[in-house]
């Protein structure tokens, strides 16, 4: 039998391989063939920037990718996988797509934030951050991956909302009577509006304008920030400033698709949400008041008012308030109770 006999390698050949070695080391690339493709994430959106939630959703689909330097890369689409909110948030449920917002129909989706909606129970920015990014915030996040499968990448608002309208200023409740106004596919919303005085249509955003047009709804309700943004100005005349509802919505990610990823990437993604959070914060609130309503919509054709709210808080306290009071007892207490 013929024995094979391995020799030792030639010191230059080791000597060689050595180097290269050292060179990966040194810079940190393996071969092309051992790199691992990026993991792709998907966010959606029902439409595109210059809208404030679009704006924020991506730039953090940007700052992820770079941020982690080839291991994640993450797609927006603003208005060109889907169109209606319920269809982005079951996307996300299912593990189709990674993250996305319900924007205004969030108590559609998760009856859970509805309390939030409620007219005139969130009084201010401030009582606001302080409740949805602390201990009220969490309990949200821990029922909504319990009970849904999705993980909260942060929440966020789309300010308070105020009516606009195509027949007359609205200045105190009875102005509202006829008025056929139309709300979120959501009860809370609907229970505003009819509370309030008006007649609520509830229509999902992409009928709204040809409704408008049409004469099926005279008006509807939109906090500052995205009356431009969304062209409302286009069907209406008169924006009235009640600030009747708070706009608290969430970015929602799929659980599974989330744990998955590595621990340095889930903070990544949660330290990244953090700062869109607050980039869509200080859009929302830098606009609105008064003198930006005036700014943005008087050069469109709109009147702008500012009622007082005492009437309308009056109002909604006696026919919209003791229903959800009974609902969410719990958090109600612990939203009346928050002080800033």
């Known amino acids: 039998m013929i024995q094979r006999v391995l020799l030792p390698a030639p010191r230059r050949t080791i000597l060689k391989a050595a180097a290269g070695l050292a060179g990966i080391l040194a810079t940190g690339k393996a071969p092309a063939f051992a790199q691992a493709a990026p993991k792709k994430l998907i966010i959606a959106h029902i439409v595109p920037p210059p809208e404030s939630g679009a704006i924020a959703l991506e730039w953090f689909a940007k700052a992820v990718t770079e941020r982690s330097k080839g291991e994640l890369e993450v797609e927006f689409?603003?208005?060109?996988?889907?169109?209606?909110?319920?269809?982005?948030?079951?996307?996300?449920?299912?593990?189709?797509?990674?993250?996305?917002?319900?924007?205004g129909a969030a108590a559609t989706i998760f009856p859970e934030m509805g309390v939030f909606l409620v007219p005139y129970l969130i009084q201010s920015y401030d009582q606001a951050y302080k409740l949805m990014n602390g201990t009220v915030g969490d309990k949200l996040d821990k029922v909504f991956q319990e009970k849904y499968g999705v993980k909260v990448c942060y929440f966020f608002d789309y300010?308070?909302?105020?009516?606009?309208?195509?027949?007359?200023?609205?200045n105190e409740p009875k102005d509202l009577r006829g008025l056929k106004i139309r709300t979120q596919p959501s009860k809370v919303f609907t229970d505003t509006v009819n509370g309030l005085g008006a007649v609520a249509v509830p229509l999902g955003w992409n009928e709204v304008i040809t409704a408008a047009?049409?004469?099926?709804?005279?008006?509807?309700?939109?906090?500052?920030?995205?009356?431009?943004?969304?062209?409302?100005?286009?069907?209406?005349?008169?924006?009235?400033?009640?600030?009747?509802?708070?706009?608290?919505?969430?970015?929602?990610?799929?659980?599974?698709?989330?744990?998955?990823?590595?621990?340095?990437?889930?903070?990544?993604?949660?330290?990244?949400?953090?700062?869109?959070?607050?980039?869509?914060?200080?859009?929302t609130e830098s606009i609105d008041s008064e003198k930006s309503a005036k700014e943005l919509l008087e050069p469109r054709g709109m009147t702008i008012n500012v009622p007082a709210r005492e009437p309308f808080v009056a109002r909604a306290k006696e026919k919209v308030w003791p229903a959800y009071q009974a609902q969410y007892s719990e958090l109600w207490n612990l939203i009346t109770e928050t002080k800033v």
């Open 77 to 103: 689409h603003g208005g060109t996988l889907m169109t209606k909110e319920i269809d982005i948030l079951n996307g996300v449920k299912a593990g189709n797509i990674f993250m996305g917002t319900p924007s």
């Open 159 to 170: 300010g308070f909302r105020h009516f606009w309208n195509s027949k007359r200023a609205i």
């Open 213 to 283: 047009q049409q004469g099926v709804i005279d008006g509807a309700d939109l906090p500052v920030v995205n009356m431009v943004p969304l062209k409302a100005y286009e069907v209406s005349k008169y924006y009235s400033m009640t600030g009747h509802n708070y706009g608290s919505t969430v970015v929602a990610m799929n659980l599974g698709i989330f744990n998955s990823l590595t621990p340095a990437q889930q903070k990544l993604v949660l330290d990244t949400g953090r700062e869109a959070q607050n980039k869509v914060r200080g859009i």
